[in-house]
């Protein structure tokens, strides 16, 4: 069946890095775009970056431009979310989704604090 698992989330310091990853399973990834999403506590899911498959065209919310960059390994069947200057209100878990097949993966918790 359809299987996306999160993995990178952990605690870091403001200004620190993380890259989370999103390994895929089930179908074939390389024919769909892919997305992340995150949710902070007491606020609903929203969009943080988005890649088509072919053409590999991203696009991001306003609020991780020019600091977070969303790519993928065709070959690897994986996406991946790399996180750079994290700020406190990066806190959120991380949802890989693929927005054709409607599948969600668990998730993987991403927490700023000094």
């Known amino acids: 069946q359809v299987q996306l698992v999160e993995s990178g989330g952990g605690f870091v310091q403001p200004g620190g890095s993380l890259r989370l990853s999103c390994a895929t399973s089930?179908?074939?990834?390389?024919?769909?775009?892919m997305s992340w999403y995150r949710q902070a506590p007491g606020k609903e899911r929203e969009l943080v970056a988005d890649?088509?498959?072919?053409?590999?065209?991203?696009n991001y919310a306003d609020s991780v431009k020019g600091r977070f960059t969303i790519s993928r390994d065709n070959s690897k069947n994986t996406l991946y979310l790399q996180m750079n200057s994290l700020k406190p209100e990066d806190t959120a878990v991380y949802y890989c989704?693929?927005?054709?097949?409607?599948?969600w993966g668990q998730g993987t918790l991403v927490t700023v604090s000094s």
């Open positions: 989704y693929c927005r054709s097949l409607e599948v």
């Open positions: 089930g179908f074939t990834f390389s024919s769909f775009g």
């Open positions: 890649i088509t498959n072919i053409f590999r065209t991203t």
